[in-house]
């Protein structure tokens, strides 16, 4: 028995558009000798779910395709196809659908299983779309028996996955007490630090303690902010992992479930040793390509400032897009450093990208005079500085209405944390490259890629240099905040692991600075709720990823 683990990467709400990518890469899979094909969560709409699910039409659109395609399959004489649709729930009670494995074979659809476990705090996407399914499905096919959970189904989610949801039931486990040859889990894990080790920790488990052979199918590619790494795996009834598709490519992996050996040439299953930055370089870039071609952009633009956020994103775009896509854009003030033009200049040629030097000194002083009667008699302050951010964000803009680019966005969380950037100015942006990153984290990054590299990608000058906005003589970030080692290290303890005040001070930290910090990331929230969506690379991106409320008294 060969099975077929269809890893594609599909578009959001593109039903029609997915059902053929689906369609080629069972068609792949059969030529590889597979009788069953299996796909991802939601593959037929796109993982995550969406708010297109409210409409009928939609569901309807769904529901149209799964005949259709099944009707392909049947036509073409191809192996069933075992895939994730939102199915109309047959019962007036509840939510109207279910997030659903369906599989089409003799040109119909058939449901298998409806997923059970929806986070009850409303943390997850399907909360707002799906009922809660009964119980596992059983598929069987070719002489063997197959129970087959959706998403967090066959996780069970006791400390191994998360650790932060509680469920009353574990599907899988009742679902085996009637038992099974094997376990099929169709899945849709975005990436997270970690969090790869983790999903295989968790189906390794499931496998090992039923003693049945576990595959699992997950979506890859980016999707706005969730990015998808894929990583497929093939479990035996050991808990061995057997068999994995690629990571953050598509992929189509045939694997014999008796032997459970994988047919032609695919990645070995231990994936070799990997840096933990190999892996968020692997997403960002994935992250930036899928989101600007799925949102019908070819080439990117952003401002280049000699610093090490600009520079890191530079990279990253060059590498998703192709350098010839990319236009960096120096655009220095009265307060630059000449040094902040020439380090510009550096990494474009290292990454071979196109830049252009606005300098915006008659933008300022055009703005000043315009202001100079309202503004009498006040001294210069921040105001004068956002000024700078928000006309060099201005001409970003035109440079990307003018010429069709999508602009990236070169914050980074520690800064987003702190409300240290400007709003409708360097704030400004189509996506938020690294707002998911700490500052230390994307110095970890740059010195990992120069390392990867044998070369100096990004110059050792921005490395090396202090970070400063330059938006008055002389300036430091260290002006305004901590050093960046000791500021990450509280964010870390506040926004990843959840510290108060008290038990900030109790690991150590200055009460004054504590006490600080968080009055800062609270009052910054209006902030990040009207910055651009960022790739998410962590389990608490900011945000869009946690939300908190702005109008409110903390204690």
């Given at each position: 028995m060969k099975i077929g683990l269809l890893q594609c990467n599909l578009v959001s709400n593109d039903i029609e558009g997915n059902a053929e990518i689906l369609y080629r890469a069972l068609v792949g899979a059969a030529a590889a000798g597979a009788e069953l094909g299996v796909a991802s969560e939601l593959a037929l709409c796109g993982c995550p779910a969406t708010g297109e699910l409210r409409r009928r039409a939609f569901v309807e659109r769904c529901r149209f395709a799964l005949t259709d395609l099944a009707g392909r399959i049947q036509k073409e004489d191809l192996p069933p196809l075992l895939l994730g649709a939102p199915v109309a729930n047959p019962v007036p009670q509840g939510k109207p659908l279910h997030n659903c494995s369906v599989l089409?074979?003799?040109g119909k659809s058939m449901v298998i299983?409806?997923?059970?476990?929806l986070a009850a705090d409303g943390t997850h996407d399907d909360y707002y779309y799906f009922e809660s399914g009964s119980a596992c499905g059983v598929l069987q096919f070719q002489g063997w028996r197959f129970a087959?959970?959706?998403?967090?189904?066959?996780w069970n989610d006791r400390g191994l996955w998360r650790g932060r949801r509680d469920y009353d039931s574990d599907p899988l486990e009742e679902f085996m007490i009637g038992g099974a040859d094997a376990?099929?889990?169709?899945?849709g894990i975005p990436f997270s630090r970690d969090g790869l080790q983790r999903h295989q920790k968790v189906l390794s488990w499931a496998a090992g303690k039923y003693h049945v052979p576990v595959v699992a199918v997950n979506q890859i590619g980016g999707m706005d902010s969730s990015i998808y790494p894929g990583g497929s795996m093939v479990f035996n009834n050991g808990g061995d992992l057997c068999a994995r598709a690629a990571l953050f490519a598509e992929d189509v992996l045939v694997v014999d479930l008796n032997s459970l050996q994988p047919c032609g040439t695919p990645c070995p299953a231990s994936g070799g040793k990997r840096e933990p930055e190999e892996d968020i370089w692997n997403a960002l870039v994935l992250g930036v390509r899928d989101f600007a071609h799925k949102c019908g952009f070819g080439r990117a633009v952003l401002g280049l400032s000699g610093g090490m956020d600009s520079a890191l994103v530079a990279a990253i775009a060059a590498e998703a897009l192709g350098s010839g896509n990319v236009l960096g854009i120096m655009l220095p003030s009265p307060y630059s450093s000449a040094g902040s033009i020439d380090d510009s200049l550096a990494l474009a040629?290292?990454?071979?990208?196109?830049t252009l030097s606005i300098p915006i000194r008659p933008g300022l002083e055009a703005i000043d005079s315009m202001l100079a009667g309202s503004f009498a008699g006040k001294e210069a302050d921040v105001t004068e500085e956002n000024i700078q951010a928000r006309l060099r964000a201005l001409i970003l803009m035109a440079f990307s209405n003018k010429f069709g680019l999508m602009l990236l966005n070169t914050g980074n969380k520690s800064e987003a944390a702190m409300g240290y950037c400007t709003l409708y100015g360097d704030s400004a942006g189509a996506l938020g490259v690294i707002s998911d990153l700490y500052k230390t984290e994307v110095y970890a990054l740059a010195e990992w890629l120069n390392r990867k590299r044998g070369r100096e990608v990004i110059p050792r000058a921005i490395i090396e240099k202090a970070p400063?906005?330059?938006?008055?003589?002389?300036?430091?970030d260290s002006d305004s905040l901590p050093e960046y080692p000791l500021l990450d290290a509280i964010l870390r303890a506040c926004l990843d692991e959840g510290c108060d005040e008290a038990e900030l001070v109790a690991r150590g930290f200055d009460v004054a600075l504590a006490r600080k910090i968080l009055c800062l990331f609270r009052k910054a929230e209006f902030k990040r709720r009207q910055s651009p969506p960022g790739l998410y690379v962590s389990g608490c991106a900011l945000g869009q990823g946690d939300r908190r409320p702005i109008a409110a008294v903390f204690k």
């Open positions: 089409l074979r003799g299983s409806r997923k059970v476990l087959v959970a959706v998403g967090e189904d066959v376990v099929i889990n169709l899945t040629a290292n990454l071979d990208l196109e400063s906005a330059e938006l008055r003589p002389e300036q430091k």
